[in-house]
Structure formats: C-alpha cells, structure tokens
Nanobody, 123 residues
Framework: QVQLVESGGGLVQAGGSLRLSCAASGRTFSSYAMGWFRQAPGKEREFVAAISGSGGSTYYADSVKGRFTISRDNAERTVRLQMNSLNPEDTAVYYC????????????????WGQGTQVTVSS
C-alpha cells in the first residue's frame, strides 16, 4: 500500500515558478514509477510528467517539455515537479500517481493517486 500526499500548489503570476512535492508512504517507493497528472476545470485529466523507479528515465507531455522538471529522492520517498515559465493554461489540480512501470504511468493506469493540489496561474 502506498499513500501519496501532494503539496506546494498555490497562486502564481504568469512567468513564475512553483515546485510541487509528493510524499509517499511505504517501504517500496523505489519500485514504483511516479507521475504527475493534471485536470483543469471542464477538462479530462492529462499526463504531465513521469519518472522511473531509479530516476534514470523521464517523460514529459509536449505542453510542458522544457519548462517542467520531474525528479525523485528515493531516500526521502519524495517526487517533485519543478514548474517554470508558468502560463494560465497550466492552471489545474495536479495529482501525483504511482504505478509499477513507466508504461503504466503513460497509460494512466496507476495503482495509487494523491488527493491533488491546486495550481492557479494568473495572467
């Protein structure tokens, strides 16, 4: 069983930065690929970024490539999402998720989800 708790959301002006964190419980954190997803009002949830269990592989949605960076610290059981050059289209609830493989993350077939943290970017 893995529990995920996101933090770090908030209100930021366009062009600004935020760093989201996701703290995980459980001793098998490093065996899970981790991902970030987001859901804007009236829209479906979409993939944002993913990282392998070792941290050696990362994937990004085209819409955030070059602006967002996903990282993990297995010793601290934490995954982070550094978001730079934010724009109003990035406004959404951001969710952390865990799955047994990167391919499952990319298919949104995740075993565990956090409760989400709101990110609002003002123009």
């Amino acid at each position: 069983q893995v529990q995920l708790v996101e933090s770090g959301g908030g209100l930021v002006q366009a062009g600004g930065s935020l760093r989201l964190s996701c703290a995980a419980s459980g001793r098998t954190f490093s065996s899970y690929a981790m991902g970030w997803f987001r859901q804007a009002p009236g829209k479906e949830r979409e993939f944002v970024a993913a990282i392998s269990g070792s941290g050696g592989s990362t994937y990004y949605a085209d819409s955030v490539k070059g602006r967002f960076t996903i990282s993990r610290d297995n010793a601290e059981r934490t995954v982070r999402l550094q978001m730079n050059s934010l724009n109003p289209e990035d406004t959404a609830v951001y969710y952390c998720a865990a799955a047994r493989s990167l391919s499952l993350i990319l298919q949104s077939r995740c075993d565990y989800w956090g409760q989400g943290t709101q990110v609002t970017v003002s123009s």
